[in-house]
């Protein structure tokens, strides 16, 4: 049973640019959450994908957009980097499944992705 | 809104000195609270789910316990291998996401 995957491991970008971060996730797995981890924070919801579809958004602007492939394997990118971008970027697969059923909701990370915006 | 805080944000321990750290939770309709540990440059590993107040788990010398307000994360007899932060997060009914709390950094002296 792989775990999760996330690429690329370390990044640097310039502000302004674009980034598109990739993660596979885990076999069994169909849902697929985005956080963003600042220093010392907790990690901080972006989205979550079901089945292809967004099923979820924290507070975060438009240039953070992400896609779930049929494979449930998922990206997020970011338009427009700004400093404040500058963080860890976790992937967490789950089960998903019906609503309150043991184990759904059990998050799977990744190593996540640590981006540099400069 | 629902809403996690952790205390205390930091918590150094002599080795073999019991502990608790604490999660103080707000939510509308608990589906779940987690217990996550979390190593430098590592994800989040999951320890624990709880579900309704009264419920606890234990896992070697950790031990988690919920009430309708608070999670409690018992350490017992902690060794240097168990320093990480301790992430707890809640799911509400509202919501598809999982919130989380800032954590405690917890550091156990040989």
């Known amino acids: 049973e792989t775990g999760v995957t996330q690429s690329p491991t370390h990044l640097i970008k310039t502000r302004g640019q674009q980034v598109t971060l990739r993660c596979s996730s885990q076999?069994?797995?169909?849902?697929v959450s985005w956080y963003q981890q600042a220093l010392g924070q907790g990690p901080q919801f972006i989205f979550q994908?079901?089945?292809?579809?967004?099923?979820g958004r924290g507070n975060f602007p438009p240039r953070f957009s992400g896609l779930q492939f049929p494979n449930y394997s998922s990206e997020l990118n970011v338009n427009a980097l700004e400093l404040d971008d500058s963080a860890l970027y976790l992937c967490?697969?789950?089960?998903?499944?019906?609503?309150?059923?043991?184990?759904?909701?059990?998050?799977?990370f990744g190593a996540g992705s640590r981006l540099t915006v400069l | 809104e629902d809403q996690v805080t952790q205390s205390p944000e930091a918590l150094r321990l002599q080795e073999g000195e019991s502990s608790s750290l604490n999660c103080s939770y707000t939510?509308?309709?608990?589906?779940?609270l987690f217990w996550y540990r979390q190593d430098p440059g590592k994800g989040p590993e999951f320890l624990f789910t709880?579900?309704?107040a009264g419920e606890e788990k234990e896992k070697e010398r950790l031990k988690a316990t919920l009430t309708k307000k608070e999670s409690f994360l018992h350490i017992t007899a902690p060794k240097p291998e168990d320093s990480a932060t301790y992430l707890c997060?809640?799911?509400?009914?509202?919501?598809?996401?999982?919130?989380f709390g800032s954590g405690t950094r917890l550091s156990i002296r040989p």
């Open positions: 967490a697969s789950s089960p998903g499944g019906l609503a309150g059923a043991s184990g759904a909701n059990v998050l799977t």
């Open positions: 076999s069994g797995h169909n849902t």
């Open positions: 994908y079901y089945r292809e579809e967004e099923n």
């Open positions: 939510v509308s309709g608990l589906r779940g």
């Open positions: 709880l579900y309704s």
């Open positions: 997060a809640v799911k509400g009914s509202s919501a598809s996401k999982i919130i």
